[in-house]
């Protein structure tokens, strides 16, 4: 399983693939599963700018995409234009989606004080669920 310091850094490794002609504020997400699986996500810009995709959810996408079944454990979230990226309201409802009891922990790299974690039930809390 990886460490929240491997997560992040990997996380910091999706972040050199981010696709952002327009902000120019790229980020990286790092998700890992009960499984010990790790998927990354960078954010993906376009022409029509609502359009775009947040790292996060790219990254939550693409275990999806792969079949990963096991609960979402935790997600680090990385830019090197910000400290401690937040994930927008958008990606914490993605988030509290896949919440099943275990409280997705959120590691951010604050750049004086290093890792800060959270969980989605703070970020998010009297959440909308149908199920
Ligand atoms: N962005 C993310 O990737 N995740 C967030 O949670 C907030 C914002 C991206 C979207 C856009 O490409 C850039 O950051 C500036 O908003």
Avoid: H
Wanted: with cysteine.
């Amino acid at each position: 399983m990886k460490s929240n310091e491997e997560l992040i850094e990997t996380a910091k490794e999706a972040a050199k693939n981010a696709y952002c002609p327009y902000s120019q504020f790229p980020v990286g997400a790092c998700v890992l599963y009960e499984s010990g699986n790790v998927y990354l996500g960078c954010n993906i810009e376009n022409s029509s700018y609502g359009l775009s995709l947040c790292a996060e959810r790219n990254a939550i996408s693409t275990a999806i995409a792969a079949g990963e079944k096991s609960k979402l454990l935790k997600i680090a979230i990385y830019s090197p234009k910000s400290t401690k990226c937040f994930p927008c309201g958008a990606c914490r409802q993605w988030l509290q989606e896949f919440e099943k009891g275990q409280n997705i922990q959120i590691i951010l790299e604050d750049d004086n004080n290093g890792l800060c974690l959270y969980n989605i039930n703070d970020l998010l809390p009297y959440s909308f669920n149908l199920i």
